[in-house]
């Protein structure tokens, strides 16, 4: 059997061998560069620029009054509950917090929006709080009124060791409007693989891949912080949390607060692990059970192509897959029920932003026309919800 | 080149010289890691403009295809993420999947290493492409990519194990 290395070399090389040589095409500089005058590209910046100063301003006034703060733009209008024709709501939760990127040349996330689960009215834009910022990921409570944002600054490939990320407590009133958004103490480093807060609120979990340790290459976190005191607990072992950075969703709680699951990806049998979170120690393997081994092949559809979620009493995890959405018994290991089955190859539009209590309602989002939908899922029933950012589902939303 | 401003020419001899030598593998490094032909060539093109309106602030001439390498990969990531913001073609088996690729038939093996590849984290995918595409060694990674040799190692390491899952390959 040909390694893993003997297969990227292989498709990598028959990839770029369909470029011929003879097909390369001449190069091509812009006239205005040769003739010595401002280049197109660095005419246009301004108006890049003023695109996002009508994003930065708000923020500019924000600061003024409190340094700490990230900007928050409440807007007009009231919230209306979905009515006879919208979808049954299922029990999910009123609003949501998604990231949004309008304005941004790269299309990398940079702010965040409050918006009305059935109906998708906006109810507030929330800005970084530094200049070239982005919100890059979220994570809520079971409350549905208390979430996290995770901000960093935007640095290029050259720059990528010096990024540190920010997060903020933002708490929603009634109404789903900002009531408070406020600076945590803890910061992190470039490679933050996973952020969960807890159910009640109280405690923040990041996975962080510390960076250049030579003793610990392959070295991975989890940091569990006390919101109220800034006090911290870490657990650690060689290995890597989640499929990538930005990945607000590759670790989960239990709604007691007592277990925290987690994708796990070693240097061998991969699967998702359940941290029992009141034991002491600081061992990530040694305090936690490998619950579900997920080590099957790409081609039978039965591969999780999303962030793996625990229900919140416990009992499954669940992600979504070119098959359907997967329900692993916790207790097993075993797939025990998938939800919208069916065959998709896009894993882009795929996506898992939430689940009740027992696994049997999620929000998700699936592939169909005009690019895909996102909406409640019930054994095999999607009922479309209106998530006017839900481009990628990365980004679709936090419920 | 009558129409190049004076103290250009240099910068313009320097520049095709290094299209001319580099420009095939660098369409194919870009290909690989976007899948798609036009992406990969105005990537590239993009990359040398660049390179030629710093021409001037490079300190070391001998720096400039790891200069391009590494805008190269910068282009490619922002070309990835301005895909991943938009919709997929729905229930599409080739959705993502490239249109420089679909000219020259892959087999089914390469094509499912592609897309796992192209799934990756943007680190891990470039080291990943760096260290087994180009055969770069691990100072060069580095260097293109802007992180340490240890951080190349533990990538590399993240990456291979996250790609023996998602294919079914066992160390």
């Not at chain 2, 993240?158 to 790609?163: E, N, S």
Request: hydrophobic share 45%; aromatic share 6%; glycine share 10%.
């Amino acid at each position: 059997m040909n390694t893993i290395e003997d297969r990227i070399r292989a498709a990598t090389r028959a990839a770029g061998n369909s470029v011929r040589p003879d097909s390369v095409p001449p190069l091509r500089l812009l006239p205005e560069l040769m003739n010595g005058a401002r280049p197109q590209g660095e005419r246009s910046r301004p108006g890049v620029w003023a695109r996002w100063s009508r994003w930065l301003a708000p923020f500019a006034a924000a600061a003024a009054v409190a340094a700490v703060a990230v900007a928050v733009v409440a807007v007009r209008g009231s919230v209306h509950r979905g009515g006879a024709a919208g979808p049954s709501d299922a029990g999910v939760p009123p609003y949501y917090v998604a990231i949004n990127a309008h304005g941004n040349p790269n299309f990398v996330p940079t702010y965040a929006v409050v918006r009305a689960t059935m109906t998708g009215a906006l109810l507030a834009t929330i800005m970084p709080s530094i200049r070239g910022g982005m919100i890059a990921a979220v994570t809520a409570a079971a409350d549905d009124r208390t979430f996290v944002l995770d901000e960093q600054k935007r640095v290029s490939a050259a720059d990528q060791s010096t990024q540190t990320r920010l997060f903020y407590l933002l708490r929603l009133d009634s109404s789903g409007r900002p009531a408070s958004v406020t600076r945590l103490p803890m910061t992190a480093g470039p490679m933050v693989t996973g952020v969960a807060l807890s159910p009640d609120g109280s405690r923040l979990a990041i996975a962080v891949e510390p960076d250049n340790d030579p003793k610990h290459l392959s070295l991975t976190e989890i940091r569990m912080y006390t919101l109220a005191t800034g006090a911290v607990r870490t657990w650690h072992a060689d290995g890597t949390i989640g499929s990538g950075e930005d990945d607000a969703g590759s670790i989960s709680w239990t709604a007691d607060g007592r277990t925290l699951a987690f994708d796990w990806y070693p240097d061998g049998p991969a699967g998702v692990r359940l941290l029992d979170v009141t034991l002491g120690g600081s061992s990530l393997l040694g305090n936690s059970r490998l619950a579900v081994p997920l080590t099957t092949a790409l081609a039978s559809g039965l591969t999780c192509q999303t962030d793996v979620i625990i229900t919140p009493d416990g009992s499954k995890v669940v992600c979504g897959a070119f098959a359907g959405f997967l329900e692993y018994s916790t207790a097993t290991g075993k797939v025990i029920r998938i939800l919208h089955r069916g065959t998709s190859h896009s894993a882009s539009a795929i996506g898992l932003m939430w689940v009740n209590a027992s696994g049997s309602v999620l929000i998700g989002a699936v592939p169909g026309r005009g690019g895909g939908q996102i909406g409640i899922i019930s054994g095999d029933d999607i009922a479309p919800l209106t998530v006017p950012d839900a481009l990628n589902p990365a980004f679709a939303g936090v419920w | 080149m009558s129409d190049v401003a004076p103290g250009r020419a240099d910068a313009l001899e320097g520049v095709t010289a290094l299209y001319q030598a580099h420009a095939l593998g660098l369409i194919r490094l870009a290909v690989v890691m976007l899948g798609d032909r036009p992406a990969a060539e105005d990537v590239v093109q993009e990359a040398f403009t660049g390179l030629y309106r710093r021409w001037h602030t490079l300190t070391d001439p001998g720096k400039a295809l790891s200069y391009v390498r590494s805008s190269v990969l910068n282009g490619a990531r922002s070309a990835l993420r301005r895909r991943a913001r938009q919709p997929a073609a729905p229930c599409d088996p080739a959705a993502g999947s490239a249109s420089a690729e679909a000219a020259v038939l892959l087999s089914e093996e390469h094509s499912e290493v592609l897309e796992a590849i192209r799934r990756l984290p943007d680190r891990q995918r470039e080291a990943l492409v760096l260290r087994f595409y180009l055969d770069l060694d691990e100072e060069d990674i580095a260097r293109s990519m802007g992180i340490s040799r240890g951080t190349v190692k533990s990538t590399t390491s993240r990456a291979l194990a996250a790609l023996r899952r998602t294919l079914g390959e066992h160390s």
